[in-house]
């Protein structure tokens, strides 16, 4: 069974599992051994981008929580999308990223803000 649940409260804890624990450490691989994780649905240009950036694998898949847990799986590295996007759609694998100690940047190596008078589009 791979039911499981996963939460984070960014400084308070994280839960990885049927237990309170945190994320497995996940050692950094060498830079030619990045496994990127893509939109199966919104692809655009993400594959090519991801190997022109060094990845050695990119898998696809469904949900950017369930690509966010593949980076805490250790499964990828990095999280690619290359298309346009709503906030609401990765606000919450955001958090819990943040949470377990990673970063989800935009392009140019900001950090996403959720206020109201933010776009809600990102492109």
């Known amino acids: 069974n791979n039911s499981r649940s ?5 400084g308070k804890g994280t839960s990885f599992g049927p ?5 497995p450490p996940n050692p950094a691989p060498p ?36 690509k966010v847990l593949n980076v ?6 990095v999280y690619l999308h290359a298309t346009a996007i709503k906030k609401w759609d990765f606000c919450a694998p955001d958090a819990l990223l943040r949470a377990f100690g990673g970063v989800l940047n935009d ?9 109201a008078e933010d776009s809600p589009l990102v492109r």
């Open 19 to 23: 237990r309170l624990e945190s994320a």
């Open 31 to 66: 830079l030619d051994a990045l496994t990127f994780v893509v939109s199966r649905s919104h692809t655009g240009g993400a594959k090519n981008i991801s190997k022109v950036l060094g990845a050695s694998d990119v898998v696809e898949a469904g949900g950017s929580g369930f």
């Open 6 to 10: 996963v939460w984070g409260w960014v």
């Open 72 to 77: 805490l799986d250790g499964k990828a590295q």
């Open 107 to 115: 392009w140019r190596g900001g950090r996403y803000t959720y206020y």
